[in-house]
């Protein structure tokens, strides 16, 4: 079994900082590409960032310039640093990661969330 567990999340006010951290643990090979969704009340689910195993990173627009999305391999945790939060990031923040077991199958693996929000 894996499992993918977020912290992090909080009230911040706007143009505040936070750090969300995902650790995954369980019968793990490897892991190819750990990222961040989010989602917001009455919307659907949407992509945030991702990293690749080699520190490759990809981001939506509205967060380019004020997220960053990095990873500790040797911990098996992909952390993203969020500067100059807006009350329209308010949301519950999810970490996805393609991951390897150690029975050698490849599956996709969603966190439980954490939610983030940003108001004064």
């Known amino acids: 079994q894996v499992q993918l567990a977020e912290s992090g999340g909080g009230l911040v006010q706007p143009g505040g900082s936070l750090r969300l951290s995902c650790v995954a643990s369980?019968?793990?090979?490897?892991?190819?590409?750990m990222g961040w969704y989010r989602q917001a009340p009455g919307k659907q689910r949407e992509w945030v960032s991702t990293i690749t195993t080699g520190g490759r990173t990809t981001y939506t627009d509205s967060v380019k310039g004020r997220f960053i999305i990095s990873r500790d391999n040797s911990r098996n945790t992909v952390y993203l640093q969020m500067n100059s939060l807006k009350p329209e990031d308010t949301a519950v923040y999810y970490c996805n990661a393609e991951i390897i077991s150690t029975a050698r199958s490849l599956s996709n693996h969603w966190g439980q969330g954490t939610q983030v929000t940003v108001s004064s």
């Open positions: 369980g019968s793990i090979f490897s892991i190819n590409d």
